[in-house]
């Protein structure tokens, strides 16, 4: 029995994976922008720390 | 695993109503969030940015979360496979970034909340509770959880390398 070669990669895939890596590297960046603290402090005016309040 | 019929059935019921049911909270919050950056009126948006807090914990995160499990099983139980397809590996993808920014963003709500529940509120809280923040982050979880649906209905062309050689596999073992 043959084997098929394997399939070519969809458009489609190709337009989602350079969306995706884009979300990732814009997401990654906001994070890292605020030391890995992306939180409650980031919507915060300067000066007022992230206090949560339960 | 193969799931049998019946199973697989019922895990799709469950898997479609914990998905339905998370879009529909978004787009619940997606509304308030509008409201929020529109209107002039300082109680509705406290009583809106309550409503957000109230609801953030017990109703957001446990059907993101149902949605992720249930979806996953969806995957593995039956010949979908979780890498095998392309519009699978994508779904697992959204529904896995849309977990972790939401479970990072519920501390955001309830610290609103709080801050829209305090007896007297300056009008830099006010400001910030009048920001574009909870309209970005809950249109962004919209659009990707549109796209999942739509992912999830179309279920577009596409079978990974793993995929591939799996049905390559198949197609050996069941050969003359």
């Known amino acids: 029995m ?12 190709k337009i989602f994976a ?11 960046a906001m994070v890292l922008s605020d030391n890995g603290k992306h939180g409650p ?12 309040s339960n | 695993m193969r799931m049998s019929p019946r199973l697989t059935r019922f895990a799709l019921t469950v898997h479609v109503v914990a998905s339905v ?3 529909g909270a978004v787009l619940v919050f997606f509304g308030l969030s509008v409201v929020v950056t529109a209107t002039p009126d300082v109680q509705t948006i406290r009583g809106i940015y309550i409503a957000m807090g109230a609801g953030v ?9 149902a949605s992720l499990i249930t979806g996953l099983v ?8 979780l890498f095998k397809h392309y519009w699978v590996v994508f779904k697992l993808f959204i529904n896995v970034f849309a977990n972790i920014v939401l479970l990072m963003y519920a501390r955001t709500i309830t610290f609103l909340a709080g801050m829209a529940e305090e007896i007297s509120i300056s009008s830099a809280d006010l400001e910030v509770l009048r920001g574009p923040s909870v309209l970005i982050h809950s ?4 659009a990707l959880l549109l796209a999942a649906t739509a992912l999830s209905v179309y279920k577009p062309r596409g079978v990974t390398r793993y995929g591939w050689r799996k049905q390559q596999s198949q197609l050996a073992s069941s050969g003359p």
């Open chain 1, 41 to 52: 402090g980031r919507h915060m005016p300067h000066g007022v720390g992230p206090i949560l």
């Open chain 1, 2 to 13: 043959t084997l098929q070669p394997p399939p070519r990669t969809p458009i489609w895939v």
């Open chain 2, 74 to 81: 969806q995957a593995l139980g039956t010949r979908w496979g």
């Open chain 2, 21 to 23: 049911g998370w879009l």
């Open chain 2, 57 to 65: 914990w017990p109703i957001l995160i446990p059907l993101a979360f």
């Open chain 1, 18 to 28: 350079v969306i995706a890596v884009v979300i990732l590297v814009v997401f990654l």
């Open chain 2, 139 to 142: 249109s962004g979880a919209l």
